[in-house]
């Protein structure tokens, strides 16, 4: 049978490659477009979500990452350099690895999820945490970038954007059409520009009869395009997007611009709630990052502005086994911590408040 190809394989067509790039996949991309009534049920809108965790290294860096390497191996680079909040270092990382290259990392000291921090040792990155943050970091790298030989794979770097915009044509092959508003978590911004492109380009060919809105949010302690300016000391449990000057931020302007979308900013209470929504009544274990796209759907239906019917999709980025401790705190912050029992059918039965038929 055959399986799917990974995103430069499937979309060879509409991504800058030729005959003479070498194609380093992990099978990335193809990730389901998931139903989700709870939330169709607590807004009126027919909402999905796409679930991003499904990747091989479980974010949706792999897209722009199996571009960024593979053009930085037809280019001849040995090794390349990131800055990363945890998960572009374990994809370039597992990428590198692949390719038979080096991945060096930047990353904020104990700042990254341990999930993402494992993935990144386990394959092998020269992985080095920062004493700063992550926007400290990624100066860092562009600076090595310009002036040793090594490749930056952020997506500073135009291949990665251009591999994420194959999300938003796996979206519109299976709607059919585009949706009437998307909503991403935004960190850098570059995946707000990636759909955005993504869209334009499927309107532009006729697949699609409209551009949706593109939302976009950002933690409160976080949020330099919504305040419009940079924040010097980003603070949010949500460590994924804990950037104060997001590196797209131009053209995360223009997209927004183009597609009357929009920039809002949720609070790390309302980030929690999002992320035991999705858990306990959709089924889809996020990383905190992630369940922002929820957070931000629930935030905007409570302010009118999710019209009834409207097709909505959510990208939620990063799964939930990268930083499940999340899961085992309750709303009020306390430790969850599940029952102990004997080795006894009838007291468990008790337990589970079961009585015999
Ligand atoms: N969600 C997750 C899980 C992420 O890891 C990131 C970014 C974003 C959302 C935001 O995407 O930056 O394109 O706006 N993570 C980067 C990293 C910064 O280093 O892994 P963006």
Redo the contacts with the bound molecule.
């Keep these: 049978a055959n399986q799917w190809r990974g995103v430069l394989r499937e979309y060879a067509d509409r991504l800058n490659i030729s005959d003479a790039t070498p194609i380093i996949t992990l099978g990335e991309g193809g990730t389901p477009l998931i139903p989700a009534p709870a939330l169709s049920a607590r807004t009126g809108a027919r909402v999905y979500v796409k679930f991003?965790g499904m990747n091989p290294t479980g974010?949706?860096?792999d897209r722009g990452m199996t571009m960024a390497i593979s053009k930085a191996v037809e280019h001849g680079a040995k090794a390349v350099i990131?800055?990363?909040?945890?998960?572009?270092?374990?994809?370039a990382a597992a990428y590198a690895a692949h390719a038979g290259i080096t991945a060096a990392v930047l990353?904020p000291e104990g700042k990254?999820a341990m999930g993402?921090l494992s993935q990144a040792i386990a394959h092998n990155a020269e992985l080095l945490q920062v004493q700063g943050n992550?926007d400290d970091c990624l100066d860092i790298a562009r600076d090595l970038a310009n002036n040793y030989p090594v490749h930056l794979v952020?997506?500073v770097n135009p291949d990665r954007i251009e591999g994420?915009k194959t999300a938003a044509f796996e979206v519109v092959e299976v709607l059919g059409d585009a949706p009437d508003i998307h909503i991403?978590?935004?960190?850098?911004?570059?995946?707000?520009?990636?759909y955005s492109r993504g869209y334009s380009e499927d309107l532009a060919a006729g697949r699609t009869t409209k551009m949706p809105r593109m939302f976009?949010f950002q933690a409160a302690g976080s949020a330099p395009l919504v305040l419009g300016k940079v924040v010097k000391n980003p603070e949010t449990i949500?460590s994924?997007?804990r950037?104060g000057n997001?590196?797209?931020w131009e053209l995360?302007l223009a997209a927004r611009e183009a597609t009357d979308g929009y920039f809002g900013a949720i609070s790390d209470e309302k980030i929690l709630e999002a992320h035991r929504i999705l858990s306990a009544e959709v089924g889809i274990f996020?990383?905190p990052?992630?369940a922002?796209s929820v957070a931000g759907l629930l935030e905007r239906s409570a302010a009118g502005q999710i019209p009834k019917d409207s097709i909505v999709v959510l990208t939620?980025?990063?799964h939930g086994l990268?930083d499940p401790q999340w899961a085992l705190r309750t709303a009020d912050g306390s430790d969850i911590t599940p029952t102990v029992v004997p080795v006894d059918t009838a007291e468990i039965a008790g337990v589970l408040g079961l009585s015999k038929a």
Excluded: D
């Design positions: 991003e974010s949706f860096k990131c800055a990363s909040t945890g998960n572009t270092s374990a994809s990353v990254i993402k992550f952020n997506s994420q991403v978590p935004v960190g850098n911004a570059g995946n707000y520009t990636a976009g949500a994924a997007i950037i997001p590196a797209s995360a996020v990383e990052a992630s922002i939620v980025t990063g990268k």
